[in-house]
């Protein structure tokens, strides 16, 4: 289980870091969930002069922050920041941090990912699962293009997958285009928890897995509806 924001358009990026750090360090926490800390590995991506850049590490999001560079990603206008729990104890390691990447086609594709889909693997005709969020990755991109990449795709996918998953929520991203996805199943056992936050003013947009009063008050943040996409445009 995870944490992560987007932010997208004029905005401070170490005010977007500490509030990864705050959600990583459970000071934040006001949802249903049990899980509160998420210490198992963390990841950020931004847009640099038309390249993505990315960051991987283990460990807390709290011990790495003072050692990135945050003057690099002062000019960017997209960012998001992923800090795990990892759910299986097996799935621990730089491996395992987000976001992960893929290549389809012409396309390649990286993700953040909120949620355990334990079943997803029985799409790809494995035998048993793996890593669940990278069988995710591969299920959703491959064998599509970002022109197709629609909520009505998105939900005859996750139609698709048997039940027992937690949640999907997730940040897609490709270098000309980037996506927030809210969904998960009826039967989620937490929907805070498993629920994003939207956060909209004239020049800024925040994705949230929770709302963050540093960045904006509360009335300035909605729960986002099941099945929600938010896309943004990545061209400078």
């Not at 987000?98 to 290549?103: F, M």
């Not at 909520?151 to 027992?164: E, F, H, I, T």
Request: net charge negative; with cysteine; charged share 20%.
């Amino acid at each position: 289980m995870c944490r992560m924001i987007l932010a997208s358009g004029q905005f401070d990026a170490a005010a977007v870091l500490d509030a990864a750090r705050a959600m990583s360090c459970g000071e934040t926490a006001t949802h249903d969930g049990p899980i509160k800390q998420h210490p198992n590995g963390w990841g950020c991506l931004w847009l640099d002069q038309g390249k993505i850049r990315t960051l991987h590490g283990t460990g807390t999001f709290a011990d790495a922050l003072p050692g990135i560079d945050v003057d690099a990603l002062r000019h960017s206008r997209f960012l998001a920041v992923h800090v795990r729990h990892a759910t299986l104890s097996k799935n621990h390691g730089i491996e395992f941090s987000h976001p992960l990447w893929r290549t389809s086609g012409a396309t390649q594709w990286y993700m953040m990912h909120n949620g355990f889909l334990p079943t997803v693997y029985a799409q790809l005709g494995m035998a048993e699962s793996r890593f669940d969020s990278a069988e995710y990755l591969e299920y959703i991109v491959d064998q599509v293009t970002p022109a197709d990449f629609t909520r009505d795709y998105l939900r005859s996918k996750m139609a698709r997958v048997s039940p027992g998953g937690s949640a999907a929520n997730a940040i897609f991203v490709t270098r000309d285009k980037a996506w927030a996805w809210q969904w998960h199943p009826d039967d989620t056992p937490y929907p805070d928890y498993f629920t994003l936050h939207h956060y909209q003013n004239n020049s800024t947009t925040f994705i949230s897995s929770e709302p963050i009063a540093a960045l904006g008050t509360a009335s300035d943040w909605r729960r986002m509806n099941n099945h929600e996409l938010h896309e943004f445009p990545l061209g400078e």
